[in-house]
Nanobody, 123 residues
Framework: QVQLVESGGGLVQAGGSLRLSCAAS????????MGWFRQAPGKEREFVAA????????YYADSVKGRFTISRDYAKNTVYLQMNSLKPEETAVYYC????????????????WGQGTQVTVSS
């Protein structure tokens, strides 16, 4: 079992930045690939970014390439999502997930999920 707790969401103006954190506890953090997804009201949950077990390989949705960066800190059992140049249409609940596959851009590639953190981007 892995427990995931996201934090760092909030209200930001368009063009601004936020850094989301996801703290993991339970089974060995380094055993899992990690991902970030987001879900806007009335829409499907969509893939944002993923990082492999070593932290040396990352994968991004085309819509966030060059603006978002995923990273992980093994000492803190935490994965981060640095989000720059945010857009109003990126307002959503952002979820952290842990899984056995990389790269996994679909929900079924992940076994554990956090509760999400709200990100609101104002225009």
């Amino acid at each position: 079992q892995v427990q995931l707790v996201e934090s760092g969401g909030g209200l930001v103006q368009a063009g601004g930045s936020l850094r989301l954190s996801c703290a993991a506890s339970g089974r060995t953090f380094s055993s899992f690939a990690m991902g970030w997804f987001r879900q806007a009201p009335g829409k499907e949950r969509e893939f944002v970014a993923a990082i492999d077990w070593s932290g040396g390989n990352t994968y991004y949705a085309d819509s966030v390439k060059g603006r978002f960066t995923i990273s992980r800190d093994y000492a803190k059992n935490t994965v981060y999502l640095q989000m720059n140049s945010l857009k109003p249409e990126e307002t959503a609940v952002y979820y952290c997930a842990a899984g056995r596959f990389f790269p996994a851009a679909i929900k079924t590639g992940y076994d554990y999920w956090g509760q999400g953190t709200q990100v609101t981007v104002s225009s």
